[in-house]
């Protein structure tokens, strides 16, 4: 296995770690034949029967089952490939965009142009590059984005390393105490103000034969269930721990929450949609792209965090013109599980957004550089 990348001319596309191999063994398994699969690729029959003896060749094993009349499908070996490759790409997709964003950058830049540039550090969410492309398209704005989870994204924007910081909280009291134990101690009224972004629903993704049978955390825990849970310090993560305290579930009920999480709402869904989880939790985008059943549980407030000095800058008010605007209400009413938040675009102050907030804790120290 070798890996590399290309610096070309042109749009960038987002599938930066594609592979012919797995390109072709795809289309096999959607196509259900050499010649759908072929059509499916844009080339000929020939084309595809030799591409795939010559990588039977090269791997040393069989990677298609076909006779005269039936559906062609890849043999184990070849789904246990291309699986595998999912999952890695999951994972990795994030740091390949931050890599493409962030050379692309350098590559494109032009000094009367660095102001419209916005670096944004976030919880991952799967709205935020359908507005990196929306944002380069209507108003000229490069966002540039790094996800990591909602504390780190806000320990990020303290520090100024980021402009803005993606974070996300549920819209019930479910948003305490652990959400405010590990958020609160991060923001503060006289320095920091939260954007309207949007609303998400996230919730138990799951293979569907077992939509009769799982409603919440207590029945993945009564049916012992393999769990793939979510990185520490993120936004999700906080939620699962949440939702545990409130059906009364201990994690070490659950198989793999200490032992298998990941980083992405992707990445999730492909563990539970390859078989190597049964259950996770994630955004209903996520759930449905790979085929699974979605569950419902919760919706979210997604807020985008910035240094109230920093509100003046041209590309915030940029940002906050395209966040109100219709054009990008109707883009996220066809995500699923997505809606435009209320304030979608508004400065909101950060004890009205986040009840939460407002009340009487402990003093901590908070780092603003």
């Not at 959400?179 to 503060?188: R, V």
């Not at 825990?221 to 305290?245: K, Y």
Request: proline share 4%; net charge positive; charged share 20%.
């Amino acid at each position: 296995m070798q890996f590399r990348y290309a610096v070309e001319p042109g749009a960038a596309h987002r599938n930066a770690a594609a592979n012919p191999l797995f390109e072709l063994l795809t289309a096999v398994l959607e196509g259900g034949s050499i010649r759908r699969a072929a059509e499916g690729l844009g080339k000929s029959y020939r084309y595809v029967w030799g591409a795939l003896r010559k990588w039977e060749k090269t791997l040393g094993q069989p990677l298609v089952i076909w006779a005269q009349g039936q559906r062609a499908r890849p043999t184990q070996f070849a789904e246990r490939l291309l699986w595998a490759e999912h999952r890695a790409r999951s994972r990795m997709q994030p740091h390949l965009d931050a890599l493409q964003s962030d050379l692309s950058e350098i590559l494109a830049e032009v000094p009367h142009e660095r102001n419209q540039m916005l670096s944004l550090r976030a919880s991952h969410d799967m709205a935020l590059p359908v507005l990196q492309r929306h944002l380069a398209e209507s108003a000229g704005l490069r966002l540039q984005i790094d996800f990591q989870g909602s504390a780190d994204a806000l320990r990020s924007l303290n520090e100024r390393k980021c402009l803005v910081a993606g974070f996300h909280v549920p819209c019930s009291n479910l948003a305490t105490p652990i959400f405010s134990k590990a958020l609160k101690p991060l923001l503060n009224a006289k320095h920091h103000t939260l954007i309207g972004c949007s609303v998400r629903s996230q919730g138990l993704m799951m293979r569907r034969e077992l939509a009769a049978r799982v409603r919440g955390l207590a029945d993945v825990s009564r049916l012992n269930l393999r769990f793939v849970n979510r990185q520490a310090g993120s936004g999700t993560r906080m939620l699962i721990d949440s939702l545990l305290n409130r059906d009364a579930v201990s994690p070490d009920e659950l198989i793999g929450y200490q032992a298998h999480y990941e980083t992405s709402h992707v990445a999730v869904a492909l563990c539970i949609a390859s078989g190597v989880a049964d259950v996770g939790v994630g955004v209903k985008a996520a759930a449905l792209e790979f085929g699974l059943h979605f569950q419902p549980l919760v919706q979210e407030s997604y807020f985008l965090a910035c240094l109230t000095e920093n509100l003046s800058r041209p590309a915030v008010g940029a940002l906050r013109s395209v966040l109100a605007s219709v054009s990008w209400a109707a883009i996220l009413a066809n995500l699923p599980g997505y809606q435009a938040s209320p304030a979608a675009g508004s400065v909101l102050a950060l004890d009205d957004a986040l009840p939460w907030h407002a009340r009487r804790a402990k003093r901590s120290k908070m780092l603003v550089t």
